[in-house]
Each structure stands twice: as C-alpha cells, then as structure tokens.
C-alpha cells in the first residue's frame, strides 16, 4: 500500500457573500479532488488542540501524525533544523520574518501592514538578514537566512519565557499592543527597534520602493521553542517517507521525524510555486520505494494572508489540475493499491487574513474500496453534514495510514 498525504495550507474558510454565499473551496472548479470525494470518504478533522494557538507548527505535527500535547516545543526550531542549523538543547530558536512596517515616527505607533514584506525574494532576503546579522548579533545571538521572508534568530544558553505574537495575527493592526512582553523581552524590542533602523533605507529597500514593492523594513521575532524529540516516522508506522514542501516549517517537522526532505526547484511557498515539480517530486519518491509522501503546498495560506480571494481559488484550482490529477493518474496506472488523502491543516479565512481553530474537511480514498457516493464533495459544509468527525489531526492520520 501506498500513501499520499497532500495538504493544502490555509484551505478551508468562510461562507463569503460576493461568493453568492459559498465558501472558495465550494465555488473551486476541483474535479478530480471531487472524484475522489465521490469515490471516498470526507468528515471534518480539529487539526488544533483546545487551548493551542493554530499555527502551522501545532497543525502539521498534527496533520503528520504527532500530538502537539505531546511534542510541541515551538515553531521556529523546525524551521531551524530544516535550514541546516545545528542546534544544542540549551539554544533557544526564534523565527525572523522580514515585515513591511508603517512610517510613523516612533515604533510602537507603527502598523502591520505585511507580514511578507511583499513577499520579498530570498536573494533580496538574505541581503538583509546579512546586514542585520553584522549589526546585531553577539557571541550568544545569531541570525540565519531562510526563504522569501521567514528567517531564523538563534539564542544560546537563551530565554524562552516571552509573549510573542505572530505578525500574522495582526495585519493592518497598530503593532503596540503585541510588542516583546515577559522577563528581558527589552532585549527583542531592542534588536527589532534596531533593525528599523537598519533596514529602512538599505539599498534593496530603495530598489523594491522604485519598483513599487513593499520594504522589508523590519525584523519581527517571534514563535520561540527548543529542538523537539519526535518519535521517527519509520518506527511509529513502520513506513518509508518522504515530506515535499517549499516551507522551513514543514521540512523541519519531516527533518525531526526521520523523513527524507525533498527540494523542487522553484518551488516558493505562494501562488507563484512549481506546482508541477512538486507532483513530479512525489512521483519519483513513490517510484524509488518510498511508501509515503507528505505533499504540502502554502499558496492558499499565503493568499488567504493577502486578503486574495481570487488568488485563492485559483491557487486550489491549480492545485487539483497540476498536483491531485498526475498522482492520481500515476496511482491509477499501477498495480499496487494505495490511499490518499487530501486537507487543509487548519482555516484561514480571507475575512480576518489568520488563522483559527475551527474543524477542517477531509477526503480519503482507498483504491481497494469500492464504493460510490454521487453527492459528496469536499468542502467545508458537505464535511460538516458527513457526521465524520476526528477530534484530534494525528488520529486521523493513524486511521489513514493503518493497514485494515
């Protein structure tokens, strides 16, 4: 048997009044998901445990099969452990996302205005992290680059007890009431104020603003944590994988659970990805004997974040057409059996441009199970009126990958 897990970050959202009242996953052309809703079975799965924040951390360990309970340290370590960072037990790893900050005079009165800085590109970015690296870092801090804006900052023998927000969370927001708060947070306020300066009037900065791009004129430090001890993939389910995705996060979790991370070139984590080679990455995987592949894409996370409602349909629809549809096709032209399964990691809805916690759809077809359902389909209400319901991402995924 063979598994293909293809989640698509940010999906599932809200019923949208220009929409007619549907949700973008209703009014998505989706057919071969929707062959697979007819030929399989949807519910509704919370990714996010009670009393979580709903990052893309806590969703995907859950999505991959691990309790957040259980083994979430933070996000940034992940990230951290995918970028090649060699960490200790005593480093504390925090993420650096390059932001677009209004120009208000003093910090604090300043306004998210993009948590990606115009989704910068990671030559750019690596530029800037360098700059503030040679400026901020001591013999205990250091500063790594990542891709596009997400970057890490790493803190030996460091502190972990802070209040840190995600830039995210408050878009289009006055950033004072979600600055650094806890015990020696004045030393992140203090490196973020710095980077302001720092940034504000570099030349790559000066060069994006004649080109009418947003600068990344500040860091935002945030999602601290420690190396997480993950029980390997291999061992919990006797499976052999692979996890394919443009996305530090998600590398870092396939990274620490013994998966094998594959690079597609091109591949950016938004709406301008290669779709096709990350379809192509996964059926080389499954044809070199891996028996599980982890395919995740972040172009409707990403657009949801932007407020792009069109943006986000059509990211799902080339999701169907250019990543559902040839692993379908290979799957079906082969002689072994196989399941796949296909869900957002939690909901990001275009009105409020963040995450929540709220249940997700799912659909899971079985190539050995003959059945046929012409009215299901996958999206948020018809998940609901299935009566399908998992309460927690990694029971589901046990469910998926078990051998009944």
């Not at 901020?136 to 972990?160: C, E, Q």
């Amino acid at each position: 048997m063979k598994y293909i897990l293809i989640l698509a970050d940010g999906m599932a959202d809200e019923k949208i009044l220009s929409l007619g009242g549907k949700t973008p996953l209703q009014s998505a052309s989706l057919p071969a998901v929707n062959s697979l809703a007819q030929r399989g079975e949807i519910g509704q799965v919370k990714t996010i445990p009670e009393g979580m924040s709903p990052g893309s951390d806590t969703a995907n360990l859950s999505v991959m099969g691990y309790d957040p309970l259980v083994y979430h340290t933070g996000r940034s370590p992940l990230e951290a452990v995918s970028m090649g960072i060699q960490l200790s037990k005593t480093d504390i790893t925090f993420r650096c996302n390059l932001v677009t900050l209004s120009e208000e005079a003093s910090y604090e009165d300043k306004i998210m205005i993009d948590n990606s800085a115009g989704e910068i590109s990671s030559e750019e970015a690596a530029i800037l992290i360098a700059h503030i690296h040679n400026h901020l870092s001591t013999d205990k801090i250091s500063f790594y680059p990542g891709v596009s804006y997400r970057h890490a900052m790493v803190w030996g023998n460091g502190l972990d007890d802070f209040e840190l927000t995600p830039p995210h969370d408050i878009l289009d927001k006055k950033i004072k009431a979600y600055l650094p708060k806890g015990k020696s947070s004045e030393i992140i306020m203090d490196m973020m104020m710095k980077s302001y300066k720092l940034l504000r009037d570099h030349p790559v900065n000066t060069e994006r603003q004649k080109k009418g791009l947003r600068p990344a004129n500040s860091a935002w430090i945030w999602g601290q944590g420690r190396k997480p001890q993950l029980k390997p993939f291999a061992e919990k389910y006797n499976l052999t994988g692979s996890v394919i995705s443009a996305v530090d996060l998600v590398k870092g979790i396939g990274i620490c659970a013994g998966l094998e991370s594959i690079d597609v070139p091109g591949a950016t984590g938004n709406i301008n990805t290669n779709f096709e080679g990350k379809a192509k990455a996964a059926i080389q995987a499954l044809q070199n004997g891996k028996d599980f592949i982890y395919v995740h894409i972040e172009a409707p996370d990403e657009c949801s974040h932007q407020g792009d409602c069109k943006g986000k349909i059509k990211s799902m629809e080339i999701i169907d057409e250019k990543i559902v549809k040839p692993i379908l096709e290979y799957l079906n032209s082969g002689k072994e059996p196989f399941r796949i399964m296909i869900l957002p990691d939690h909901p990001t809805p275009l009105s409020i441009r963040t995450h929540t916690s709220e249940p997700v759809p799912y659909v899971l077809y079985d190539s050995t199970k003959d059945i046929y359902n012409e009215s299901n389909a996958f999206d948020e209400v018809a998940a609901e009126e299935s009566g399908n319901y998992y309460d927690a991402g990694y029971k589901l995924t046990d469910y998926f990958l078990s051998r009944e």
